[in-house]
């Protein structure tokens, strides 16, 4: 659970806008949500940009490190899930979560963009829908621990469009670290918004806020993925590029319209 006291500490600048580790300063709205994420893996590819560009909605620029776009898979345990100033509900505030995403930026705030979101909580699933504008589904999962192991699953209840499973076993190797600016690993992690795009093609953006990435290099084993099926793209041959963290704890502010925002080319 994610508990007063932590985020306290967390935030306990957040009284002052201006962040050091953020690009931009807080948003002047309180935030709205807490939670924390545990276990997280990243799993990124290198995908051809025409390809990306081919499933991100056209309101949207598809951003690139060295010309090359990304495609990437996270999942994790969500824990500690409660609104502003109220507890966690025990039953209700902690589950596996999944998603596959990648990366725009609007107006000069860089995010990432969602293709799915797969959780084990109906309630969760339902509120980000109608709340975020997010394409969240419920899913059949579990997240095990066995020494650094991780062992998650993940299979979507509905098969529309496509299957979507996931089998990973993970861990962390090496030392922790955060991210420094303009190198791959800040490109596919440092990012303090997401964004949205309604059926009327309206951009939406809802701003996080969190600590720099305590991240560590991961090995991992994918022995079902089907993720991306859904988009009609093929990950590529290659190994991907892995991160881990143990822990994150976040705050959400409530989804806004983006005014002006510029379009792809």
């Known amino acids: 659970m994610l508990r007063l006291d932590e985020l306290r500490t967390i935030f306990s600048d957040s009284h002052r806008r201006y962040v050091p580790h953020r690009p931009w300063p807080l948003p002047r709205m309180p935030w709205i949500m807490a939670q924390s994420w545990r276990d997280v893996l990243f799993a990124h590819w290198p995908v051809p940009l025409e390809e990306v560009r081919r499933v991100v909605p056209p309101p949207l620029p598809v951003d690139t490190y060295e010309g090359q776009a990304w495609l990437g898979i996270a999942s994790f345990e969500v ?21 596959v995403r990648t990366y725009t930026t609007v107006n000069g705030k860089p995010g990432v963009y969602f293709f799915s979101l797969d959780a084990a909580n109906a309630l969760a699933v339902l509120g980000a829908r109608l709340g975020f504008i997010l394409p969240y589904f419920q899913a059949e999962m579990s997240i095990r621990r066995r020494g650094d192991d991780v062992i998650f699953h993940s299979s979507r209840l509905s098969r529309t469009p496509a299957p979507a499973e996931l089998s990973a076993r993970y861990r962390p190797v090496g030392e922790v670290f955060n991210a420094v600016p303009d190198t791959l690993e800040y490109f596919l992690t440092e990012r303090y918004c997401l964004y949205a795009v309604d059926n009327r093609a309206r951009v939406y953006r809802t701003e996080i806020n969190h600590q720099p ?34 822990r994150q704890d976040v705050a959400v502010w409530l989804l806004r319209p983006v005014h002006d925002s510029r379009r792809a080319a």
């Open 79 to 99: 824990r500690g899930l409660r609104a502003r100033g109220t507890p966690a509900v025990p039953g209700l505030s902690s589950f596996p979560e999944l998603n």
């Open 213 to 246: 990435w305590p991240l560590q290099r991961a090995e991992a084993e994918l022995t079902t993925n089907t993720m991306t099926q859904q988009l009609g793209i093929v990950l590529p041959g290659v190994a991907p590029t892995l991160h881990y963290a143990r």
